[in-house]
């Protein structure tokens, strides 16, 4: 069993503590599907203004435009065209994951949706909690996002084992100098960090950055090759994994 020795463990959350077809088929077409009742909702509301206002100003936006002179007056209906066109093309942008964030929090509120959890995740937290050993999330979901798939999970609420959020306002999930940002921020020694994945590049990042890594490699997730397992260590689950807390 590979064994690591930190003081904090970070972890990503799509292929690493949840499914990616809880994120592919429930997530991202429920935002799809109900992103218009929600703008039409709180069309006049200061917060959702916001967003429609930074997604307008997206490079994007020319493309899905196209070739007219003038920009549409923004409406509920072009506005959630164009969210969709950005979820088709699975783009993270800022505010469109600020919206997610909102459509999801009102589905999670109403009870239509439950974040999927590994069966193996719950048991791991309660024991590195017990360990004494922190636990950070780094995702390209926002914040608001994470503490809602947390918080309302099929497992209940998590939050309490979580001590900090990370999304891409610190950097992007493939660059070195998130995961220097991070450390910074948990003012730890990279090296006493063990991040946890499924996205080699993301591993490489993190890697670069000083921190210790590990690559989930659970159903449905994108295969490793031979050199992925021969430069990394790897798991199939957090069962596998024992993890020391660094005193």
Do not use: C
């Amino acid at each position: 069993m590979p064994e690591f020795t930190v003081k904090l463990i970070l972890s990503d959350i799509e292929g690493t503590t949840t499914s990616i077809s809880f994120v592919k088929d429930v997530l991202f077409p429920y935002a799809k599907t109900h992103s218009k009742a929600f703008l039409e909702e709180s069309w006049n509301n200061p917060e959702t203004q916001s967003i429609v206002q930074d997604l307008r100003k997206l490079s994007e936006y020319k493309d899905y435009l196209g070739p007219v002179d003038e920009q549409p007056t923004a409406s509920p209906g072009n506005v959630a065209s164009f969210v969709n066109f950005l979820i088709e093309k699975d783009l993270k942008v800022g505010p469109l994951k600020t919206l997610q964030g909102l459509v999801w929090a009102k589905g999670y509120a109403n009870g239509n949706i439950k974040g999927h959890i590994y069966a193996d995740v719950l048991p791991a937290f309660k024991r590195w909690h017990e360990t004494g050993l922190r636990l950070a999330i780094y995702s390209s979901g926002s914040v608001k996002a994470q503490q809602l798939l947390f918080g309302q999970s099929e497992m209940g609420n998590l939050l309490r084992y979580v001590s900090g959020h990370y999304d891409t306002a610190v950097g992007h999930k493939q660059e070195k100098e998130s995961y220097v940002n991070i450390a910074k921020d948990l003012d730890l020694p990279a090296e006493d960090i063990l991040f946890l994945t499924d996205v080699v590049k993301e591993a490489e990042a993190a890697r670069d950055a000083g921190m210790q890594v590990a690559l989930l490699n659970r159903p449905g997730n994108a295969p490793l090759t031979d050199d992925d397992k021969t430069a990394f260590t790897f798991v199939d689950n957090f069962n596998n994994l024992k993890i020391n807390l660094k005193e």
